[in-house]
């Protein structure tokens, strides 16, 4: 199975969505959930996970911080999006900034919703203890779907290793992130939390299988509207020591 296989996958399920949803706009709360909306935003989030696979009591802490910014070029809708993580504790003591991730994503409107083709990049900008020491860039596409009650889709972002440090592990992965929101009344939704399934290349298995839910309001604050949300994760994947339990909060600052 080559790097690409996933991407290759995805490009085939980019038109199936038109059988399954209905056009019509976004109201801004569903657009909060959608990673192609065209909409800024400033999100800041705490996961915190309170057990490991294979470690006993221990628990560690993971602040982030996400900026999404829509732009034109050349005719075309573009997202970019940029996550910079901190890691406050981990079981190995280690804690700090950890490498950033730079997405960008141009997306194309359809009656059923809206896809994106585009690339990502891991910046090895992290803290000695905690970045991968590692350059990577690979493509990433996506869609979103439209229904009378939300929104569905999927997401794959692959990093493939450019070079680094000679003697860190390279950097080979693919990341899936299914979507689904369900909008309900007065600002509140229910959905799938940011999940990312994750396959190592080097390794040759999946190394992360989270199942997760979150529970959004969209609330105004003075005149901004801003989402708060909560978020449950279980990881699956218990062959080495990755997070088992991870509890999520999210502040999301919105400029329509």
Do not use: C
């Amino acid at each position: 199975m080559s790097k690409l296989a996933l991407t290759s996958a995805l490009a085939l399920i980019l038109a199936a969505p038109a059988a399954f949803a209905q056009s019509g706009d976004q109201d801004l709360s569903t657009a909060a959930s959608d990673p192609t909306a065209s909409l800024t935003a400033y999100i800041f989030q705490d996961f915190y996970t309170s057990q490991y696979h294979g470690l006993g009591d221990e628990d560690g802490n993971k602040l982030q911080f996400r900026m999404v910014v829509p732009y034109e070029l050349g005719g075309t809708s573009n997202i970019l999006r940029l996550t910079l993580p901190y890691l406050t504790s981990s079981p190995s003591d280690n804690t700090g900034f950890s490498d950033a991730l730079i997405f960008n994503l141009t997306t194309f409107n359809q009656s059923w919703g809206r896809f994106g083709l585009g690339a990502v990049a891991l910046i090895p900008s992290g803290d000695e203890d905690v970045s991968a020491e590692r350059w990577g860039l690979g493509p990433a596409a996506g869609f979103i779907a439209q229904a009378d009650w939300g929104i569905w889709g999927l997401f794959n972002q692959n990093v493939i290793d450019i070079g680094g440090d000679a003697s860190r592990d390279p950097v080979d992965l693919s990341i899936i992130q299914p979507i689904v929101n369900v909008s309900m009344a007065d600002g509140w939704s229910v959905g799938t939390s940011d999940m990312s399934i994750t396959y190592d290349w080097n390794a040759e298995e999946w190394v992360s299988l989270p199942l997760g839910v979150q529970l959004n309001k969209l609330v105004t604050m003075g005149t901004t509207p801003v989402q708060f949300g909560l978020s449950y994760e279980y990881n699956f994947y218990d062959d080495g020591n990755g997070p088992e339990d991870t509890f999520g909060f999210t502040m999301k600052i919105l400029v329509p």
